[in-house]
């Protein structure tokens, strides 16, 4: 018995396994959470928007911030530990603003 048609077969059937899996759409993945409009933030966050940007992402991407869903007092959990891990860049004053713009991300 020959081997060719098998290795014909098989070769077909390769072809179609490849042709139909390359066929197959992924879902696009589901974009971050978008952050309050500036116009809507006060004075205050939008410092705090400022602060983050230039403080909190010396060490975290931005997105893996405000993709977060968190609860005001959860963030305040969270920036006060960062605050003791980065006292010396971190004042009070900042981790306040900051807190208070991430209070406008939308929670769980």
Known sequence: MS?????????VLLTAAV????????????????AAPA???SASAVEGKILLG???TTC???DR???RKESKERWA????????????VLSEESAGKI????????SN
């Open 3 to 11: 081997k060719r048609p098998l290795i014909a077969f098989l070769a």
């Open 77 to 88: 959990e969270i920036v006060k530990t960062m605050q003791g891990k980065m006292s010396s």
């Open 39 to 41: 116009a809507e933030l």
């Open 60 to 62: 975290h991407s931005l």
């Open 65 to 67: 911030i405000t993709s």
């Open 99 to 106: 807190l208070e713009y991430l209070s406008t991300l939308p």
């Open 54 to 56: 230039e403080l909190c």
């Open 19 to 34: 042709i139909s899996g390359c066929a197959k759409k992924e879902e696009p993945k589901p974009a971050a959470p978008a």
